[in-house]
């Protein structure tokens, strides 16, 4: 052993292995397991999965399913009332169409995530907890069927922060999710 | 120029290195110096920009309008990330491969040519975001598909890469003859120079592909492309580069620590072995960009982002115990250790090549491994994607890891190769100190506005305005503020570094003997002498690492804690998904 500069002597690969870097060696293949384990279990038993259902759709189908929703709807001062569970935005350059929207809190909604032109970044958070954030990658192209209940009332903030040309700082929207019946 | 190349040869074009002991040919040490310059050329050019971005940023300041802030970053990416990277990386297979073996290059022609294709995509790129006009946007690193750029940035970083392919020929020859030569195994620092050259050939392949996908696209060859499918082919270069930078990095701690702090190997096998995980699980890394996107199943994204299982992240632990350990273990077996931390505190903390590398180690260890591993699990990534929590991970990875031991690296080479002392000595053994300090408070608020205040990267302004609406990110202000001076101080450490180097090349004292360089060595001891010998009955081995063991266990509770502190905040939000 010796010089990394050198090559090795006899046969290194028999070399015995210092008792300390082989505890080492066993914590931290311990640890690449509970890495692993927590992250797949949580798929299951957890509440934030960046999980869904998605469809294929072209920009143009995307276009008249949020129409169609938006006719359905009641659009009220605060934004769209949507007419049942389910909910649609989308990105575009440079807002959301679809937003502002009234939610109830408790109820499980299942968002249709979709953008008109190219890539956008949908990033929530309550008004009052910034550190409550979540952010989901928009593709032009792919319809993202993503559950979602908001557990407490109050409003909720979209950004987009996913570079989408030179106005996408102005990009926002909001959820305004009101006490539910329940 | 030519006085940066008139090293004294013998009549066969070699030299014995004084601080390393290597046969050292011209052609290898010439082109070496050659790709590092251009390296040194790119990190002055790229950090113009940091000045700006940050300056930007910190919306205090707010410098750039929003246009020009965008030019400003692509221009601040690709000049850092991968030009100064990947020139600096070209220049360390060649010290790897031929420099290490004591051969000469074969084809210099190709490394001449590579470099100036290299060259040129690079002012292609360069010119081309600086030209950016409707309906092209500035590309950023990544030119995500469809928002269009100019079909000659694509072009140029077709180009770029077809270079670094050629460049890096007369290493991969090297290679094959020293194989057709010789049986037995490479030394440490050509097996992790030749790791890292596969990971490269992988990176290059998809951006080839990716880049010609997306020119094609834009010159309207084919009608239309798909956002999802260029995300995942742009991620085997965009993330496959980055891997390059760090199983490069990872040599040079190798390398470095052996030369300047008396580092040995402890074992050949585990090291070794953590190298060829490397080979087969980094690049699946890329995963980390898609695990919040829409058009890849979850059992994908489980997969890849664990490297199957960790196998990468398990490679990391490994040099995380091996390289401190080699420290330990080798300046004990030369008396500098007593207790616990005696082989630390006994090192050559003066010397910049040495508290560069060694600094490179912590920090790309904690601030920049363990984030990496937090932000590459599926649902923590949800809080970390696309927010300056990113930029302050990957900040911590080729900044204070990559950038610190290259910077390292560098002074090493005006030391033995240009053959200079280094000018301002006393601010030169500083550097590394202000420089990683300062850079390493400003990662640490990236990350912090990124996860406690959602703060977006990729944005002109979100904290004190958002146009069209009352809503701001104003509660990270101050925290912003905490940034902006370290950013700016930061800056000023990176400009100490490129006049301490410029200025020792230009004016700098010539080295003549090998005795000026003999503080370079640890303890003022000759390599190549008796220490270095293998002693059957004295194995390095077998020398105490208890310290390592301590250090490491503190880097693993460390980890644990913002393992949990993120999971812990991660269940606090509203329920989402399926």
């Known amino acids: 052993m010796g010089s990394p500069l050198k090559p090795p002597d006899g046969n290194w690969w028999n070399q015995p292995i210092n008792r300390r870097e082989s505890i080492w060696l066993g914590l931290g293949a311990v640890w690449s397991m509970i890495l692993f384990g927590w992250m797949s279990i949580w798929t299951r038993e957890g509440d934030q999965n960046p999980i869904g259902r998605t469809y294929r759709v072209t920009e143009e189908e995307f276009r008249e399913k949020i129409e169609a929703y938006k006719e359905a709807a009641d659009e009220t001062d605060d934004g769209i009332v949507p007419p049942g569970d389910e909910v649609y935005i989308a990105g575009l350059r440079y807002g959301w169409d679809g937003l502002p929207v009234v939610l109830e809190a408790g109820r499980e909604y299942d968002l249709h995530l979709g953008a008109y032109d190219v890539q956008h970044g949908f990033s929530v958070r309550p008004e009052e907890t910034l550190s409550k954030q979540i952010n989901l990658q928009i593709l032009p192209g792919y319809e993202w069927v993503v559950p979602m209940t908001f557990d407490e009332p109050g409003t909720y903030q979209v950004i987009c922060n996913e570079f989408c040309g030179v106005g996408h700082r102005s990009m926002h929207g909001t959820f305004v999710v009101e006490e539910g019946d329940g | 120029m030519t006085w940066l190349f008139d090293n004294e040869y013998d009549d066969e074009g070699f030299r014995r290195c004084g601080v390393t002991g290597l046969d050292v040919h011209r052609s290898v040490e010439n082109h070496a110096k050659l790709f590092g310059l251009t390296a040194v050329v790119a ?18 300041i707010g410098l750039l309008p929003a246009e020009d802030f965008y030019i400003h970053l692509s221009l601040h990416a690709w000049n850092l990330l991968i030009f100064w990277m990947i020139f600096t990386e070209i220049a360390i297979l060649y010290v790897g491969g031929p420099m290490v073996l004591g051969r000469k290059l074969p084809f210099t022609s190709l490394a001449k040519i590579g470099w100036g294709t290299m060259v040129a995509g690079a002012v292609a790129v360069n010119y081309s975001i600086i030209t950016t006009s409707a309906p092209d946007e500035a590309p950023l690193l ?8 100019s079909p000659l940035f694509y072009a140029g970083v077709i180009v770029f890469l077809l270079g670094t392919t050629i460049a890096a020929l007369p290493f991969f020859v090297t290679l094959w003859r020293e194989r057709k030569r010789r049986t037995g195994s490479l030394p440490l620092v050509t097996f992790g120079a030749f790791v890292t050259s596969i990971i490269a050939v992988e990176a290059i392949l998809g951006g080839l592909v990716t880049f010609s996908y997306a020119l094609a696209w834009r010159l309207e060859l084919i009608a239309t492309i798909d956002a999802a499918l260029y995300r995942q082919l742009y991620w085997i270069v965009g993330h496959g580069s980055q891997q390059i930078n760090l199983v490069a990095m990872i040599t040079v701690w190798y390398f470095l620590t052996h030369v300047v702090g008396g580092a040995e190997i402890v074992s050949e096998k585990v090291s070794r072995t953590a190298f060829i995980l490397y080979l087969f699980f980094i690049n699946m890394g890329a995963a980390h960009h898609l695990l919040s996107d829409p058009a890849v199943t979850t059992g994908w994204r489980i997969f890849n982002t664990s490297y199957a299982f960790y196998g990468a992240t398990f490679a990391s632990l490994i040099h995380a115990f091996a390289i401190p350990a080699g420290i330990e273990a080798g300046r004990r077996k030369r008396g500098k250790g007593g207790g616990l931390f005696g082989w630390l505190t006994s090192a050559p903390w003066k010397n910049p090549v040495f508290s560069s590398v060694v600094f490179s180690i912590i920090l790309f260890g904690f601030l920049g491994g363990i984030t990496g591993v937090l932000m590459g699990q599926l649902q923590l990534n949800m809080a970390w994607h696309n927010t300056l929590a990113t930029v302050g991970h990957f900040h911590a990875t080729v900044v204070l890891g990559t950038t610190v031991a ?4 560098l002074y ?20 590394p100190y202000f420089y990683a300090g300062t850079m390493s408070i400003a990662t640490l608020m990236l990350m912090y506005v990124g996860i406690l205040y959602g703060v977006p990267r990729r944005t002109s302004e979100v904290v004190e305005n958002i146009p069209g609406t009352e809503f701001s990110l104003a509660a990270a202000a ?18 100490l570094f490129l006049v301490i180097a410029l200025a020792s090349l230009i004016v700098g004292e010539r080295i003549e003997s090998p005795e000026d360089n003999a503080d370079l060595l640890p303890d003022g001891g000759a390599h190549g002498t008796a220490i270095d010998a293998v002693d059957e009955d004295d194995p390095v081995h077998a020398y105490e690492m208890r310290g390592t063991f301590v250090l490491c266990l503190v880097f693993m509770a460390t980890f644990v804690v913002a393992y949990v502190l993120n999971w812990y905040l991660l269940s606090q939000l509203w329920s989402i998904g399926a």
């Open chain 2, 43 to 60: 990190l002055l050019f790229g950090g113009i920009f940091a000045f700006t971005v940050a300056m930007t940023r910190w919306e205090v």
């Open chain 2, 142 to 149: 990544t030119s995500y598909a469809p928002l269009p750029s």
């Open chain 2, 406 to 409: 290259f910077m390292g690296l």
């Open chain 2, 412 to 431: 090493f080479l005006i030391r033995t190769m240009f053959m200079r002392r280094l000018a301002f000595p006393r601010l030169a053994a500083a550097q």
């Open chain 2, 478 to 495: 101050p925290l912003f503020s905490v940034f902006g001076i370290f950013a700016l101080l930061a800056v000023l450490g990176g400009v």
